[in-house]
């Protein structure tokens, strides 16, 4: 499974997933759109906003998410019990 976590600098709601993912063990790659124009573009051209978190996984994405949004999406996919 492939996890990108599309971040702002500084955003609490970023960093609980962030800590979720940590806590459960799961890779994934933080891309800070502050720090890097060409992430934002990316995840703009890919969801049609900026909002932070926004997770792609394996292609389906989670804009705007959250640390139990995620939970319940990797249980749908049966990543987690």
Request: with cysteine; aromatic share 10%; charged share 35%.
């Amino acid at each position: 499974m492939n996890i990108i976590v599309y971040t702002k600098t500084n955003c609490p709601w970023a960093k609980q997933v962030i800590d979720f993912l940590n806590d459960k063990k799961i890779p994934f790659e933080e891309r800070d759109i502050y720090k890097n124009p060409d992430w934002k573009k990316e995840v703009e051209e890919k969801t049609g906003q900026s909002k932070s978190p926004t997770l792609d996984i394996d292609g389906h994405f989670l804009p705007d998410s959250d640390a139990k949004q995620v939970e319940s999406y990797l249980k749908e996919k049966g990543v987690l019990n």
